[in-house]
């Protein structure tokens, strides 16, 4: 076989909530270092695809390969153990612990431990080197600060260094630039080239289409829960059915 | 003219923060103080008191195991109203090798330890994955209802219970067994919460699917917390059960399941300190007021929900407040 | 005997039910927990006595006037107790149980023990079922058990403050920009849970005396229902009320009474192992919350 195994393999995943569709039958595939931007309306299930990937929602049909393997229907925590790592949407940190703490849990987990060699090593070290990394300016000492008090540019970014402290292969981002202002957007893009840079493939939810259709590959267009595109940014953005589901049709 | 009130670490605190920076004796001190006391005070002045203090001390240790075992668990998010569970089955395991195969409380008590945190495990492993509130619900029932079980079924002596067994060989080895446990669980647990462990336990207590996200499979650690919680407990029932020379259906009585969380509510919930000190205010004035009776549990209930309306945080971080910050007000400028 | 039995287990669903659908309405559809239940359902029984005989009003008014103190009491731990502590987690457990336990044990400590502390039956005689004879305040508990389970089922569908009930467990924040008052309606679902277990209490202690133990022994076996049958699920509670009570009347006639608690444990064993959150319930995923 000439065509190596994709990363990420998605096949017919389909979520009901009670009468609700979430995803209907969604796939698709994911080569390694790609970055794939997941778009769509509000409520068209990109969350819930997430969540079925990584295992917070189990789903009622359709499979999940990851290497290969089936993982359809695992527990998070073992997701994790694979390699892929996620962020939410709506960040919510231990908010009386400082920054660099957050990241503690993260550092604790057995995933981390075994790329180690077996030990876990000095975590408050690595915690405020990850911080360092995104952004957290280590003379001013903001990962010394209490998360509850940092404002959400730097929250975004905390809730990035706790995705990339589990040392992924695979990491997905949901909606990462919401809230933020444009020049906060600038300064966290080169912390995700730098990823890319690394290896790391990753797929991003957004609303920012702009800063999206310049980093990344390929794109996925999701509408009450069915894949109505996939291509390159630009493109898809053209096609009848994308532009209906983000513009309405026409009333006569 | 206006004024705020100003709430400051005092100096000594921020100074002595960092180990490095212990650079006087009085700083020493002011760590080493509060940890101090009840060391001392236990160890140091229990054997001077008299045989029947000393008994109501043992008996307010006993509570106190349960009291801190109790806090160890609401760490994690488990809300137990039946410490009387472990206690009870402690007392049952410990009094079962102590009366039908004669072995000395030398092995039944380590055996009702760990056997008794095994099986109370077990009984709760599948409720761990549920709300909270599924948890306190079958941890008020399963002792209500081994209690009348043993009624019914009349095994296990019944509502006689297991009388005659072997007690201790004198009042002060019991004194000091209890002591030890009651400052290793309390210190011990003080640790292990302020360790990275602890934190993810916090953490799974605080937001669970950021742990779970975390790639920690949290019911496991849930099910550490609970084997360690109810080994404490069933410790605590299994040394009464050689104080009291008797195992019985009384072991699974609400005292044990009421006091511990009146004490953690008045002494502070997270402190371990704290319900240890509340289980010191509450098990001695209930014995003073003993001419009262069942007034006992009316006594710790009532209590409990005066606390948990008027200083929910409880006396311990109330204490621990005012003495690593001062007060003031200042003008508002 | 097996008539009988049919018959009989068909009363002791109903009580089960009757005592657990109280319980339901304030912690499974209103989101509050109240364990003090099983000390209200005393309290009340004790209270109808007390006016009954010390005070001397008819039985009539004495009951009427014992179910709204029970409201009234509903309100009040609400306003005092529960309010104070909302935020700390299952801190009204904590706080209900507390209190809950205070009560039941204060009317042990004023000397509320006696065979002598019993209320009348509603109606005298008894009619038969072929060669079963069933007294007539049974069938009336069972009448009040069915009624007012469709009442509240009624209730919680279609009217205002029902629905409301129900808008403060599923999303609080949502229900309080519809301009529902959670806390006015937080009260008043306790209000009412109070008020239905004074009912219960009214109905069912004739069969037996008040006791404190009794107490005790509504909180379990309301809880046993609520765990077999899910948390917050009607048909659940109903559907947990006939098992639980047609097993424990066929061991009480054809083993040992003393036997029934067994039956209570096993069938809590039972749905732990298989579906730890009841028969019925609706427990949602741990992905859904926020």
């Not at chain 3, 609400?78 to 801190?91: E, H, N, Q, T």
Request: glycine share 10%.
């Amino acid at each position: 076989m000439n065509k190596p195994l994709p990363l990420l393999k998605v096949s017919g995943l389909t979520k009901s909530f009670g009468g609700v569709m979430a995803v209907l039958n969604v796939s698709f595939e994911l080569k390694e270092g790609e970055l794939l931007g997941i778009i769509g309306p509000n409520g068209s299930g990109k969350t819930t695809l997430v969540n079925l990937v990584t295992g917070f929602v189990k789903p009622n049909s359709g499979r999940v390969e990851y290497r290969g393997k089936n993982i359809t229907g695992w527990a998070p925590y073992k997701v994790v153990g694979l390699g892929i790592s996620r962020t939410f949407q709506m960040v919510r940190p231990f908010y009386q612990l400082p920054a660099f703490k957050n990241l503690i849990v993260p550092l604790y987990s057995s995933r981390v431990k075994k790329l180690a060699g077996g030990k876990y090593g000095d975590r408050n070290a690595v915690a405020l080197d990850l911080l360092e990394e995104v952004g957290f300016e280590r003379d001013a000492r903001v990962a010394y600060k209490v998360a509850g008090s940092l404002p959400q540019g730097y929250l975004k970014r905390l809730e990035l260094a706790k995705g990339m402290a589990l040392r992924p292969d695979l990491i997905i981002l949901d909606e990462l630039f919401s809230g933020l202002s444009l020049a906060e957007v600038a300064s966290i893009v080169p912390i995700i080239e730098k990823l890319r840079f690394q290896g790391i493939t990753i797929i991003m939810i957004e609303h920012r289409l702009k800063e999206l259709f310049r980093i990344a590959d390929r794109v996925l267009v999701l509408n009450y829960g069915e894949k109505i595109a996939e291509g390159p940014g630009e493109e898809v953005m053209e096609s009848e059915p994308v532009k209906k589901a983000y513009l309405g049709s026409e009333t006569q | 003219m206006k004024k705020r009130k100003e709430r400051i670490d005092r100096g000594i605190k921020a100074r002595s923060e960092d180990i490095f920076a212990l650079s006087s004796y009085r700083e020493m001190l002011y760590l080493l103080a509060p940890r101090a006391v009840p060391v001392v005070g236990l160890l140091g002045v229990a054997p001077f008191m008299s045989p029947y203090w000393q008994e109501i001390f043992i008996s307010t240790a006993i509570y106190a195991l349960l009291a801190i075992s109790w806090d160890l668990l609401i760490s994690a998010g488990l809300v137990s109203l039946g410490q009387s569970l472990f206690y009870g089955i402690g007392s049952y395991i410990a009094g079962t090798l102590n009366h039908y195969w004669g072995w000395s409380p030398l092995f039944t008590i380590p055996v009702a330890t760990v056997g008794g945190g095994l099986l109370c495990t077990v009984f709760l492993l599948p409720v761990l994955r549920l709300r909270g509130i599924y948890f306190a619900m079958v941890t008020l029932v399963l002792p209500l209802m081994f209690s009348r079980l043993v009624e019914a079924t009349r095994i296990l002596g019944g509502t006689e219970g297991l009388p005659g067994l072997t007690p201790f060989p004198n009042q002060l080895t019991a004194l000091y067994v209890i002591q030890l446990a009651l400052l290793a669980a309390l210190f011990g647990f003080r640790r292990l919460m302020a360790s990275d462990y602890g934190l993810v336990i916090k953490g799974i207590n605080d937001n669970d699917r950021s742990v779970m996200n975390a790639g920690i499979n949290i019911y496991w650690y849930k099910t550490q917390i609970l084997f360690l919680g109810a080994s404490v407990g069933s410790f605590a029932g299994a040394f009464g059960t050689h104080i009291d020379m008797f195992a019985g259906m009384p072991g699974f009585a609400l005292d044990y399941a009421i006091m511990p969380v009146a004490a953690a509510v008045v002494g502070g919930m997270g402190t371990f300190a704290g319900p240890m000190i509340g289980a010191f205010i509450l098990v001695p004035l209930s014995e003073i007021l003993r001419a009262l009776g069942a007034l006992r549990i009316v006594f710790y209930g009532l209590f409990l929900v005066i606390f948990i309306v008027a200083l929910p945080e409880g006396i311990f971080h109330y204490v621990q407040r005012k003495y690593h910050q001062l007060e003031r007000w200042v003008e508002l400028v | 005997m097996f008539i009988g039995t049919l018959v009989y287990g068909f009363i002791n669903s109903c009580i089960l039910a009757l005592l657990a659908i109280g319980f339901n309405l304030t912690f499974g559809i209103s989101g509050v927990a109240n364990f003090a239940y099983g000390a209200i359902y005393i309290f009340s029984g004790f209270l109808t006595w007390i006016i009954l005989n010390s005070i001397g009003l008819p039985y009539l008014l004495s009951v009427v006037i014992s179910v709204l103190c029970a409201a009234l009491i509903g309100l009040l731990v609400y306003y005092i107790v529960i309010l104070r502590v909302k935020g700390l987690a299952l801190s009204e457990v904590m706080a209900t149980f507390g209190l809950g336990l205070a009560i039941m044990e204060l009317f042990r400590y004023f000397d509320f023990v006696g065979f002598k502390y019993t209320l009348p039956v509603f109606f005298d005689g008894s009619i038969g079922f072929g060669e079963v004879y069933v007294d007539y305040q049974r069938l009336f508990i069972a009448l009040i058990a069915v009624g007012l389970t469709l009442f509240l089922y009624l209730f919680t569908r279609h009217s205002k403050t029902g629905l409301a009930f129900r808008a403060i467990a599923q999303d609080e924040r949502t229900a309080l920009t519809f301009g529902i008052d959670s806390d006015r309606i937080g009260a008043l679902s306790m209000a009412f849970g109070a008020a239905l277990a004074a009912i219960a209490a009214i109905v069912i202690l004739p069969l037996g005396t008040i006791a404190v133990e009794g107490g005790y022994e509504v909180l379990i076996n309301a809880l046993a229902v609520c765990i077999v049958g899910g948390l917050g699920s009607t048909v659940g509670i109903l559907v947990a009320s006939v098992l639980i009570g047609y097993a424990q009347t066929f061991t009480a006639n054809y083993l040992e009474p003393h036997w029934m608690m067994l039956v209570s444990l096993i069938a809590i064993a039972v749905v732990l192992t298989i579906k730890p959150s009841g028969l019925f319930s609706r427990q949602k995923e741990l992905e859904e919350r926020i």
